[in-house]
């Protein structure tokens, strides 16, 4: 069943479960924002992506205004609630400043692959240590989902915007495998270089070989 949603287009894909911070500063999205708290609505983030609206995005809640500015700019936070499908976008909702739409929920099956999820979670360690990414938690929660681990994976916005559109838990933990299966060897063979670059230019003791 659609309903009818206020929308805030931006060129990010976010998703459930995720907090997001934003800073309000265009007089459409501060009215937006307004209403949603005296209203107490969700509102909905389609990614905008090729230079246009995507059909896809999450609905996502107000948590709190953090901070208000003297010219009525916001800090906010906010959390993904679930995916949408944007039936009918509206640049201007009736009657309003900004954007709104007809959408519909997109319900996801809760399919993991225990197997698959323990996999991920290995390989996302590997990567990490390869980088020396420390600043990063990679000490997943037992519970955690496709979609926690999104942003940590290096993919490009076109990759997210795809995973978003997927509706099955156990097809993008497959995604989401292959696609590490893939850039750990590229990782570890451009580690390999950056030591053999290092290697140059100093003196070696090397062995000849005997004849």
């Known amino acids: 069943m659609s309903r009818y949603l206020a ?4 060129n990010i894909v976010v998703f459930p479960r995720e907090k997001l911070n934003l800073h309000i500063f265009e007089t459409r999205y501060k009215q937006l ?3 949603c708290m005296v209203q107490e609505k969700t509102f909905g983030i389609p990614t905008f992506i090729q230079e246009n609206v995507g059909i896809y995005g999450t609905e996502v809640k ?7 500015y003297e010219n009525g700019e916001m800090d906010i936070r ?6 949408i499908k944007i039936l009918q976008f509206d640049k201007r909702a009736s009657g309003r400043l900004y954007p709104g739409g007809d959408v519909e929920d997109v319900i996801s099956a809760d399919d993991e692959d225990i197997v698959m999820k323990q996999q991920i979670q290995e390989l996302m360690q590997q990567l990490y240590q ?18 926690d681990i999104a942003h940590h994976l290096g993919f490009n916005l076109e990759q997210e915007y795809a995973l978003l559109q997927i509706r099955s838990e156990y097809e993008r933990q497959a995604l989401i495998l292959q696609h590490l299966q893939q850039i750990l060897p590229l990782v570890q ?10 290697l140059n230019g100093h003196f070696k003791n090397i062995v000849p070989p005997n004849f």
Do not use: Q
């Open 130 to 147: 390869l980088l020396d990414i420390r600043k990063l938690n990679i000490n997943l929660e037992d519970n955690f989902k496709t979609y």
């Open 189 to 198: 063979e451009t580690e390999r270089l950056k030591e053999r670059v290092k």
């Open 62 to 68: 107000i948590l709190s205004i953090d901070k208000k």
């Open 78 to 83: 906010t959390e993904g609630v679930g995916i």
């Open 33 to 35: 924002v307004h209403e």
């Open 7 to 10: 929308l805030f287009p931006l």
